[in-house]
């Protein structure tokens, strides 16, 4: 079974839900070392989005079925896992995207700006109007 599966499955306890899986996969350019790296520790910035599960991997537990025909399991994505996973903001973009990369839906199209982003009153409030 897919880890991230089991990640996002509630009746799996062998696999806990707040872990962080990030691949990064080799490339000829400069880039980050390569890896499989695992995190469960705490105090890491997390945010819910959908995983997008097909039907074929969905389990009895799935109820949630969405028009583009992939069940939504809730996850809790890190900052350094989402570089590196296609997060689509709408169902739209979902149907854009090539089969093998449609894996995680915004739960809502605002979620992509930071909550603290959402905590500023007056983001042009020290502007200088001329």
């Known amino acids: 079974m897919d880890l991230r ?3 996002t499955d509630p009746n799996e306890k062998r696999v806990p839900s707040n872990l962080e899986i990030i691949y990064v996969a080799p490339t ?3 880039s980050q070392f390569p890896g499989l790296f695992l995190f469960v520790g705490s105090s ?8 997008l599960v097909s039907e074929m991997a969905a389990s009895p537990s799935d109820t ?4 583009d025909g992939f069940f939504r399991r809730l996850e809790w994505l ?7 996973l296609h997060v689509a903001v709408t169902e739209a973009e979902v ?3 090539p089969i093998d990369q449609r894996s995680h ?3 809502a199209p605002e979620a992509i700006f930071s909550f603290v982003a ?7 409030f020290n502007q200088v109007l001329l």
């Open 5 to 7: 599966l089991m990640k």
């Open 28 to 30: 000829e350019a400069a």
């Open 44 to 51: 890491r910035l997390l945010r819910p989005v959908y995983l």
């Open 64 to 67: 949630n079925l969405g028009a």
């Open 78 to 84: 890190s900052t350094f896992e989402q570089a590196y």
């Open 95 to 97: 149907a854009l995207q």
């Open 105 to 107: 839906l915004e739960i």
């Open 118 to 124: 959402g905590l500023t009153p007056y983001p042009d």
